[in-house]
């Protein structure tokens, strides 16, 4: 029987029979090491950087919906960076978004072009170059935080034609957004800090693959590096992915308000969101994508109106991240990310559609 998306959240990673007397989502197991067999030593739980139960249901759960094995990271950084640097070698070339998350480009330019790595960096909506001679692209889709998609599909192959390893940051999207995996990729990593677990509450990362050799490699350097989740950060983000769905819902449902208010507003321009049909990602994204994620972008001109806008509204927190219960802004020129003064990215929370669309129109009216 293959469930839905609300079923399959609620029960994914879940022991496989119900335990009397225990509870439906076993608690946090707090251990570093764990009682051995005194004759026969290492068994399924040793040492926590290594094997941990909470940590393994987490797994579970994720891999169930992205449909492969799943390691989970102490944060979205961990995970990418353990991948880049599992797979990438002196003299190696790694295909980058250049309008991706902006971090993944600066540990391009820094450690791994002092390893010897160089880097291609590619728009994500293309046009795409010769990838001879790359050893791994990696791709974004939904790219954060300009928006723009690709198509998953005729990248893996034309980047596996060359020879290359193809890898999608399904961040944005989630599992339940797009199965990046299904649509031709070698690997998928992902920030679990977002709308996965959507409560603005933990840091979490994972690195999901078909490919065993290459997860088995991605393992091990975790195992030697420590990157891991603790046993608290597991558990919560396992308990809060029973709600993916009706939270994705919400954000979907408000993203798709907030933009049609955003877009007839001749106040505000470069307004982004993957699911209006005048969005030039909506062709590929309404073909690749099982829902488009709450995230929206656009422009209000200068920093100031953005300040202005931000302490006038009341149901919009500023706040870096994205993918949270609570809609929240974010100018990302504040960072250093390479947009304009005016740029903001807004991920819509799970409050009331129409009291959203209010209280931005009325910031926006001051
Ligand atoms: C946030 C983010 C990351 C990094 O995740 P952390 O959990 O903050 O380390 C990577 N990729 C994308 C697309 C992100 O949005």
Not at 286 to 291: L, T, V
Request: hydrophobic share 45%; with cysteine.
């Amino acid at each position: 029987m293959s469930y839905s998306d609300g079923t399959r959240v609620v029960h994914a990673g879940l022991p496989a029979k119900p335990v009397v007397g225990e509870p439906f989502l076993p608690g946090p197991v707090f251990a570093a090491p764990f009682h051995l067999d005194p004759a026969t030593g290492p068994g399924e739980n040793d040492y926590a950087r290594t094997q941990h139960p909470t940590r393994r249901a987490l797994e579970a759960a994720i891999g169930e919906l992205e449909g492969a094995p799943t390691l989970a990271f102490a944060s979205g950084q961990a995970a990418i960076t353990a991948l880049l640097l599992a797979v990438l070698r002196p003299g190696d070339t790694v295909a980058l978004p250049a309008d991706g998350y902006f971090t993944v480009r600066a540990f391009a330019e820094g450690t791994l072009r002092e390893l010897g790595v160089s880097t291609l960096l590619v728009p994500t909506a293309g046009p795409w170059p010769d990838f001879s001679g790359v050893r791994l692209a990696l791709l974004e889709t939904p790219a954060n935080p300009g928006l723009d998609v690709c198509d998953i599909r005729a990248v893996a192959a034309l980047a596996h034609e060359a020879g290359a390893l193809v890898a999608v940051d399904n961040t944005t999207a989630t599992p339940l957004g797009q199965n990046p995996l299904a649509l031709g990729a070698d690997v998928v990593v992902a920030s679990g800090t977002k709308a996965l677990t959507g409560h603005s509450d933990v840091l979490l990362g994972y690195v999901a693959s078909g490919d065993d050799a290459l997860l088995g490699k991605v393992e091990t350097w975790r195992k030697q590096t420590g990157a891991v989740p603790g046993a608290f950060d597991c558990w919560l983000a396992h308990r809060s992915m029973a709600t993916l769905d009706l939270r994705l819902a919400r954000q979907t449902a408000n993203a798709a308000a907030v933009s049609a208010m955003l877009a007839a507003r001749t106040d505000v321009s470069g307004v982004r969101w993957p699911g209006l049909e005048t969005d030039p990602s909506y062709p590929i994204a309404a073909a690749q994508m099982r829902r488009i994620p709450g995230v929206v972008s656009f422009d209000l001109g200068s920093a100031e109106r953005v300040a202005r806008f931000l302490t006038a509204a009341s149901l919009v927190f500023a706040a870096t991240s994205f993918g949270g219960v609570h809609t929240s802004a974010d100018r990302r020129a504040q960072w250093g990310d390479a947009t304009p003064p005016g740029f903001v990215r807004l991920s819509c929370g799970i409050e009331d559609p129409a009291d959203l669309v209010a209280d931005l129109a009325a910031a926006l009216d001051l």
